[in-house]
């Protein structure tokens, strides 16, 4: 039997960002017992994409080259391994791929039915494919913060979310203010009226002085601190924290992780923690909730074609995307 090919992008080793990215035919992939095969629609770029093939987890990432990135995906069920029984051919689905294989930049990727669920008629594929990272992201930092409830019901603290008009950041501006929080975002100049609209209390351009400081506009401590920016040390935190504010670094560094340790260690007050996403369906199947009830919405920064993939990568590089960036198939 003749093998069957699909597109795909994928890159033969560490470096080369946009430019390294090859447009390329290769092998259909076959789903194990517990995978179904995805005819894909959508996927999204996330940091962690690029940071792979730059090297930051090498000798561990990737396993292999050439290799397909990409593992925030939505797409038709194609195929279902033998002991995959809550999925079946036809079904339409938002999967998060393992990232030691991805896939995603493809026409066709294998999915791991423990981290899919079913895209509600509401969410259109793009919508779904900006779910799986970035909203995990936020929500779990938000529970690392002491957020148990998204109804309003739980206990009021103030917030401060950087860089909150991207990907991650979106997300927890809308999940904070769902758990009835008082935000204070930080972000660029051009996108400060897009973080309002988003329900943020409190918008700061952080290349202003009040920005960069951090200082909240209505003089207020901070209970905790989505971090999803880069470059901002303790020493800039530290004043703006309540007595037990906690910052909790989405992106964390072989400093920050030291200083996180540091703080530990010292049993200091102020707390650094860093964060480490844990792919959990529960998780994923309540964002999907939220986005599919209209309280939890997906802003599009821009859509590209898989031929066009390396024009989406290099937008995600330059850390300037408004919400997520998604490649179409």
Same mark, same amino acid.
């Given at each position: 039997?003749a093998?069957?090919?699909?597109?795909?992008?994928?890159?033969?080793?560490?470096?080369?960002?946009?430019?390294?990215?090859?447009?390329?035919?290769?092998?259909?992939?076959?789903?194990k017992?517990?995978?179904?095969?995805?005819?894909?629609?959508?996927?999204?770029?996330n940091?962690?994409?690029?940071?792979?093939?730059?090297?930051?987890?090498?000798? &561990?990432?990737?396993?292999r080259?050439? &290799?397909?990135?990409?593992?925030d995906?939505?797409?038709?069920?194609?195929e279902?391994g033998?002991?995959?029984a809550?999925?079946?051919r036809?079904?339409?689905?938002?999967a998060?791929?393992?990232?030691?294989?991805?896939?995603?930049?493809?026409?066709?990727?294998?999915?791991?039915?423990?981290?899919?669920?079913?895209?509600?008629?509401?969410?259109?594929?793009?919508?779904?494919?900006?779910?799986?990272t970035?909203?995990?992201?936020?929500?779990?930092?938000?529970?690392?913060?002491?957020?148990?409830?998204?109804?309003?019901?739980?206990?009021?603290?103030?917030?401060?979310i950087?860089?909150?008009?991207?990907?991650?950041?979106?997300?927890?501006?809308?999940?904070?203010?769902?758990?009835?929080?008082?935000?204070?975002?930080?972000?660029?100049?051009?996108?400060?009226? &897009?973080v309002?609209?988003?329900g943020?209390?409190?918008?700061?351009?952080?290349?202003?002085?009040?920005?960069?400081?951090?200082?909240?506009?209505?003089?207020?401590?901070?209970?905790?601190?989505?971090?999803c920016?880069?470059g901002?040390?303790?020493?800039?935190?530290?004043?703006?924290?309540?007595?037990?504010?906690?910052?909790?670094?989405?992106?964390?560094?072989?400093?920050s992780?030291?200083a996180?340790?540091?703080?530990?260690?010292?049993?200091?007050?102020?707390?650094?923690?860093?964060?480490?996403?844990?792919p959990?369906?529960?998780?994923?199947? &309540?964002?999907?909730?939220?986005?599919?009830e209209g309280?939890?919405?997906?802003?599009?920064?821009?859509?590209?074609?898989?031929?066009?993939?390396?024009?989406?990568?290099?937008?995600?590089?330059?850390?300037?995307a408004?919400?997520?960036?998604?490649?179409?198939?």
């Amino acid at each position: 039997m003749a093998t069957k090919i699909m597109k795909a992008v994928q890159y033969e080793g560490y470096g080369g960002g946009a430019a390294g990215l090859k447009y390329t035919e290769i092998p259909i992939p076959s789903p194990k017992k517990d995978e179904v095969l995805l005819k894909l629609e959508a996927t999204s770029v996330n940091p962690i994409d690029w940071k792979v093939q730059k090297g930051m987890l090498r000798p &561990f990432l990737p396993p292999r080259f050439p &290799f397909v990135p990409g593992v925030d995906v939505t797409g038709e069920v194609s195929e279902a391994g033998p002991e995959v029984a809550d999925f079946k051919r036809g079904d339409k689905v938002i999967a998060m791929l393992s990232l030691p294989n991805s896939g995603g930049l493809a026409e066709f990727a294998v999915a791991p039915t423990n981290m899919t669920v079913s895209r509600p008629a509401e969410l259109s594929p793009a919508e779904g494919a900006g779910l799986p990272t970035a909203a995990l992201i936020a929500l779990q930092a938000l529970k690392t913060a002491g957020t148990t409830k998204f109804d309003g019901t739980g206990k009021s603290s103030n917030i401060l979310i950087t860089a909150a008009s991207g990907g991650v950041g979106h997300y927890a501006v809308q999940l904070a203010k769902l758990a009835g929080l008082h935000v204070t975002a930080t972000c660029g100049d051009r996108n400060v009226e &897009f973080v309002k609209q988003l329900g943020a209390d409190e918008v700061l351009d952080y290349k202003t002085p009040q920005g960069a400081s951090l200082t909240s506009p209505s003089g207020k401590k901070y209970d905790a601190v989505i971090h999803c920016a880069s470059g901002i040390p303790w020493s800039t935190f530290e004043p703006n924290l309540s007595a037990y504010g906690t910052v909790i670094d989405i992106s964390p560094s072989f400093k920050s992780m030291v200083a996180a340790l540091y703080k530990k260690v010292t049993l200091s007050k102020k707390k650094l923690v860093t964060l480490v996403l844990a792919p959990k369906v529960e998780d994923m199947r &309540f964002v999907v909730e939220l986005a599919k009830e209209g309280r939890l919405r997906t802003c599009v920064d821009s859509i590209h074609g898989l031929s066009t993939a390396e024009a989406a990568w290099a937008k995600s590089i330059s850390g300037h995307a408004t919400g997520k960036i998604i490649v179409e198939m």
